[in-house]
């Protein structure tokens, strides 16, 4: 095989290291951008760091996407009648958003990204503890994903994220049995990113680097990483099942072949509603890093902080059947998911009163993750909240598979885990590439991504309440109106999410030069060099200080 | 939508739904007592959030000291309180939750079929309707549905309930309405391409009106005759009729009472039991009959279905179908 031209690449990074020839650098170790040029070496490459670059690329990409796919879905919701696309359409635009934005970019988001960059230096290790597998689980990811992408994209999928059975496999007429192997084998690539990160995690710390001196990422990630573990087989079994009932015809999930479709509700929810938690738990990881150094002060309860990590990704297990209330299960069984549903609502308020009360008497400054970290915080609220009316039974009688459920999710899953990434992708933007952006249009695409935001999902939750169903392309004329104002709120939205993509990429090439610690934070990967060299630390760590090592008591007015 | 005489102005843009039942009402106070105590949880924190921002930014000559000492109380109280609190809404749903899961056994019973479309609904009388119901208010109304083909789910967004429709099961769902009018029905469990249109109208009438509207609208031969036709002519009179040489269980008295298993036990025949026998003979065998009735599924639909089980419940132990002293199922010598 021969490796790709790389005259390019070469030009591109000369760029990147000499923005401004002529001056002289120190002569140092290359940091892990520099240490190789070539495509091919970013290709063939066992770095965590290339490896969580590589993971940020595709899921961009991927995001793109599934951002393109909802576009279009509140452009054709501008009129009530459905004129612009066919029902068809329609069912595969959605259809394409929720599997591209579920299992393309949500799942892998942060773990994938910032877990395989930041997480090892956190902990003062060289890599992961499995450097090939960390890039075999890249290429699983990519392939089956960009697989599955053209399967929905070019043949198209009519059954929804769900999938739910017998319409899955007795009745949808197109593309569904390739779009299911490529999510089932694309489960393949959180299995051992969780795998890789657990055994990172118990074997490859830094001396003195215990388990309460951990930054809570660190602990978000290992609670995370269970859950890739103990979840994703049991939706990679049901999906097998599915296909198969569909290839087959034996009969697991459709009554006609002898099976029982309430029996795929349970297997399906099993995984997906721990994997919210996926999408979650890495979220407020991120959120619990950027809260104590934008105050300078110490996360307050730490401890509680981590437990709570790991007491969510416990409970997350035993409330999947809240999805299905009026789904046929006993009235027993919506009891107690009912309950458990709520007890769900402890671990999530202690993050949310602990993250508020290291703000209180902080110093606090404002920069561009610092908003993010304050947006996700508001909109997490509402998205949690609302999730408590949902497992109060007698509401989601009422408003199950309506907008509102719709608007919750959207809450929890861009309110939350997106305003995170984002707010973690300029957190740790100086350490992946060795530049600052610029805090102007960081701060700008913040506020025009909240305002956003809100304008396009909070008018869902009225419409749910209202009575309009998901997944409609035709809906009654009285719902025109507010139809009109959520896509009007997902302009502005959009174009927050295009402004980073711009200036971010504008930062490579014209940022200026990052220091190794600009925002005067505590945490070993603000240590070292900006971008960090390939082994990550000149000199090995040693850890004798605790987690979030700001001033204890303020003795300076 | 049908919605063939709608006007869109006939629906007008309203910020709360329409109500038309008690139900519906409760349902309304649950939601907004729950919103008002949210509001009281967390406005505080999030007026805490921004003045923290505003007071306590880097540069501002602001008060910082704070003590290390934790107050554990504090911290462990401002977890509980709140999650006690909203224990009673989680109270009051179930409760209400309760009460749509138990329909009154007076209730008027209409039948429904959703299918790829479309919804079917059958009145007592025989009278069927696609996609519009029209129900009597002040008056239990119980829906006993089934699908013919994937998972649907009827919603009646005025009564604040859904239901999902399954193949292969009956759930049900019921309601009294407390005013007339007409108001929006949903499927809401997404079903395939025209999942959007499979829907219609719900009319409340009075009771008078309803009676009006039964004797004007189609058919007046009632589910349970129509059944008596289907009876015979998908052969089932042959052996299950009286007087027949094959010997195969009586049916008369069969609806609500108990069926011994051949696996032990009993199980009481209501609809879904009398469903999965005809579809499906071959699972859970009655004890002291050789299973030789040959399997309907895929022969006979759903709606069909709900007329054969309407026929068998009208057969009384004593009926005029079968011969006095043979009630119930015959038991082995």
């Given at each position: ?50 490896i ?33 696309f ?13 599997v ?76 569904v ?17 969780g ?7 118990h ?7 215990t ?16 859950i ?7 939706i990679?079994m ?6 198969m ?14 099976g ?18 996926i ?37 997350t ?44 008497k ?11 970290a304050m ?12 999730g ?53 249009w960081g ?37 025109q109106?507010?139809?009109?104002l ?58 004798d ?9 303020e003795?300076?007015? | ?19 038309a ?23 505080p ?101 089934i ?46 391409t ?28 009632s589910?349970?005759?129509q ?32 069926v ?17 026998k ?56």
């Amino acid at each position: 095989m021969t490796p790709p031209p790389d005259s390019l690449i070469g030009t591109i990074e000369t760029a990147l290291r000499e923005p401004h020839p002529g001056r002289i650098t120190i002569d140092r170790e290359p940091d892990y951008l520099h240490d190789e040029h070539t495509l091919w070496s970013w290709l063939t490459t066992t770095d965590h760091k290339r490896i969580g670059i590589l993971y940020l690329l595709s899921i961009t990409a991927f995001f793109i996407v599934g951002a393109f796919a909802a576009g279009l879905i509140r452009l054709s919701l501008v009129v009530p009648n459905g004129q612009i696309f066919s029902n068809d359409t329609y069912n595969k635009l959605f259809t394409i958003h929720g599997v591209v934005m579920i299992w393309f970019f949500l799942i892998p988001s942060i773990p994938a990204t910032f877990g395989n960059f930041i997480m090892p230096i956190m902990i003062g290790a060289k890599d992961v503890a499995f450097p090939r597998l960390n890039r075999t689980s890249w290429y699983i990811f990519v392939s089956a994903s960009l697989f599955t992408l053209f399967t929905v994209v070019a043949g198209g999928v009519d059954t929804g994220w769900t999938f739910y059975a017998p319409f899955s496999t007795t009745f949808s007429n197109t593309w569904v049995v390739p779009a299911l192997i490529g999510v089932i084998v694309v489960g393949f690539s959180s299995i051992l990113t969780g795998l890789n990160f657990i055994v990172t995690i118990h074997t490859m710390r830094a001396p003195g680097m215990t388990w309460f001196r951990m930054p809570i990422f660190v602990w978000t990630m290992y609670a995370v990483s269970l859950i890739f573990l103990l979840a994703t087989p049991v939706i990679t079994m049901a999906l097998i099942l599915l296909v198969m009932e569909r290839v087959f015809h034996i009969g697991v999930f459709d009554p006609a072949l002898g099976g029982d479709p309430v029996l795929f509700e349970h297997l399906f929810w099993f995984y997906s509603h721990p994997a919210v938690y996926i999408m979650v738990l890495p979220g407020m990881g991120v959120i619990s890093e950027i809260v104590p150094v934008f105050s300078q002060k110490r996360l307050f309860g730490y401890r509680f902080v981590a437990y709570a990590s790991i007491g969510l990704a416990s409970l997350t297990f035993f409330v999947w059947g809240h999805h299905m209330f009026v789904n046929g299960e006993s009235e027993t069984s919506a009891l107690v998911f009912s309950v458990l549903s709520f007890a769900v609502a402890v671990p999530s308020a202690v993050k949310v009163y602990n993250w508020t009360a290291t703000i209180y008497k902080g110093t606090l400054r404002l920069d561009t993750p610092m908003l993010y970290a304050m947006g996700y915080i508001g909109l997490f609220v509402v998205g949690g909240l609302t999730g408590l009316f949902l497992a109060t039974l007698a509401i989601d009688e009422h408003v199950h598979d309506t907008y509102f459920v719709v608007a919750h999710f959207h809450y929890i899953m861009v309110g939350g885990t997106a305003l995170a990434f984002l707010g973690g992708l300029h957190y740790w933007w100086p350490k992946f590439t060795g530049r600052l952006y610029p805090e102007a249009w960081g701060r700008l695409s913040a506020f025009l991504i909240f305002i956003g935001f809100n304008a396009t999902f909070a008018p869902q939750f009225v419409l749910g309440y209202l009575g309009m169903p998901r997944r409609y392309h035709n809906y009654p004329p009285e719902f025109q109106l507010l139809n009109i104002l959520s896509s009007s709120g997902s302009l502005v939205l959009a174009l927050g999410y295009v402004f980073p993509m711009v200036y971010l990429g504008w930062s490579l090439r014209y940022g200026a030069k990052a220091p190794p610690n600009p925002w005067n934070a505590k945490g070993l990967e603000w240590t070292t060099a900006s971008p960090p060299p390939k082994h990550n630390f000149e000199t090995p760590p040693t850890v004798d200080f605790p987690p979030y090592d700001y001033r204890r008591r303020e003795t300076r007015v | 939508m049908s919605g063939k005489d709608v006007n869109p102005g006939d629906f007008p843009l309203a910020l709360w739904p329409p109500s038309a039942s008690t139900e519906a009402v409760q349902s309304d106070h649950l939601i907004l007592g729950f919103t008002v105590l949210t509001l009281l949880l967390t406005v505080p924190i999030f007026l805490a959030i921004a003045w923290f921002a505003v007071h306590f930014r880097a540069g501002k000559d602001v008060h910082r000291e704070y003590s290390d000492k934790r107050n554990r109380l504090l911290e462990v109280s401002w977890m509980l309180v709140p999650f006690l609190l909203t224990l009673i809404f989680f109270y009051w749903g179930a409760k209400l939750f309760d009460i749509h899961k138990h329909p009154p056994a007076d209730a008027l019973r209409i039948e429904a079929i959703g299918r790829q479309w479309m919804w079917k609904f059958q009145h007592p009388g025989g009278q069927a309707e696609i996609n519009d119901l029209h129900v009597p208010s002040g008056e239990p109304v119980m829906i006993n549905m089934i699908s013919q083909d994937v998972i649907h789910s009827l919603y009646l967004p005025a009564l604040r309930v859904q239901m999902e429709t399954l193949p292969g099961r009956y759930t049900q769902l019921w309601f009294t309405a407390n005013r007339t009018g007409t108001f929006r029905l949903y499927c809401s469990e997404y079903c395939g391409t025209d999942h959007s249109r499979m829907g219609g109208l719900l009319t409340i009438m009075s009771p008078a009106d309803y009676a009006q509207w039964l004797r004007q609208s189609g058919t007046s031969i009632s589910l349970a005759s129509q059944g008596r036709a289907l009876f015979s002519s998908y052969g089932c009179s042959g052996c299950h009729g009286a007087g027949s040489a094959v010997r195969a269980p009586s049916l008369a008295g069969l609806y609500g009472s108990p069926v011994p298993m051949l696996a032990g036990g009993t199980v009481v025949a209501d609809s879904g039991y009398i469903h999965d026998k005809i579809l499906d003979p071959d699972r859970n065998l009655i004890a002291g009959y050789k299973q030789v009735m040959p399997a309907f599924k895929g022969v006979i639909p759903e709606d069909r279905i709900v007329l054969l089980t309407a026929y068998i419940k009208s057969l009384s132990p004593a009926g005029q179908d079968t011969q006095p002293g043979q009630a119930g199922p015959e038991r082995t010598p």
